[in-house]
């Protein structure tokens, strides 16, 4: 059974970088089939697609948040990464990880995990 | 960059239909999924390419798409259908996944 799990720190100060990681069990992140990525929602409000990640290293991001977000893959580890650089307080969300074959629909999420911008 | 919209709120009585619509340029030529989020959880997936549905996703879940509107349609309205519903399409011409701003089921 697909599981992704987030994990990463649950605070962070502004202006510096958050990362987070993104384990898969049940699949492998070296699929043909799946991209990878990361969604995000601030506290009461939308959905926000931030990234996504293909194996052979074809990436996509959003281009408001392009500047200062990374995406990577680590194929020894099944787990791919997010790293969003100069946070503010806007930068607070829910962060998930997820699945997405053929850049359809994101079939698979992770629970998330609240990350909060504060001094 | 292609813009999706959906109503803020949509409120229906148990065991009536509920509607939610998911509008866009020409919506239609695109597939469509739609997502189920109830609070506190993570989004689920309810419908896939316009009108699919995931293993273990109610029947009462379906999907359509044509022209300028896609739309959810959930019969049969259960309490526990009670969430945000967010609906999403593949830009390819900007290549970026796009969200409408969601819309939340009431059941009264």
């Known amino acids: 059974q697909l599981q992704l799990q987030e994990s990463g720190p649950g605070l962070v100060k502004p202006s510096e970088t958050l990362s987070l990681t993104c384990t898969v069990s049940?699949?492998?992140?070296?699929?043909?089939?799946?991209?990878w990525g990361w969604v995000r929602q601030p506290p009461g409000k939308g959905l926000q697609w931030m990234a996504n990640i293909y194996n052979s290293g074809k990436i996509y991001y959003n281009p408001s948040l392009k500047s200062r977000v990374t995406i990577s893959i680590d194929t020894s580890q099944n787990q791919f990464s997010l790293k969003l650089t100069s946070v503010t307080a806007t930068d607070t969300a829910v962060y998930y990880c997820t699945r997405q074959p053929w850049l359809r629909s994101l079939d698979h999420w992770g629970h998330g995990t609240l990350v909060t911008v504060s001094s | 960059s292609y813009v999706l919209t959906q109503p803020p709120s949509v409120s229906v009585a148990p065991g009536q239909t509920a509607t939610i619509t998911c509008g866009g340029d020409n919506i239609g030529v695109r597939s469509v999924h739609w997502y189920q989020q109830r609070p506190g959880q993570a989004p689920v997936l309810v419908v896939y390419d316009d009108s699919d549905r995931p293993s273990g996703i109610s029947e009462r879940f379906s999907g359509s798409n044509s022209g300028n509107t896609a739309t959810l349609t959930i019969s049969r309205v259960e309490a526990g259908d009670e969430a945000d519903y967010y609906c999403q399409v593949w830009d390819g011409s900007s290549e970026h996944v796009i969200f409408a701003g969601g819309t939340r089921l009431t059941v009264l």
């Open positions: 049940g699949d492998s992140v070296s699929s043909s089939r799946h991209y």
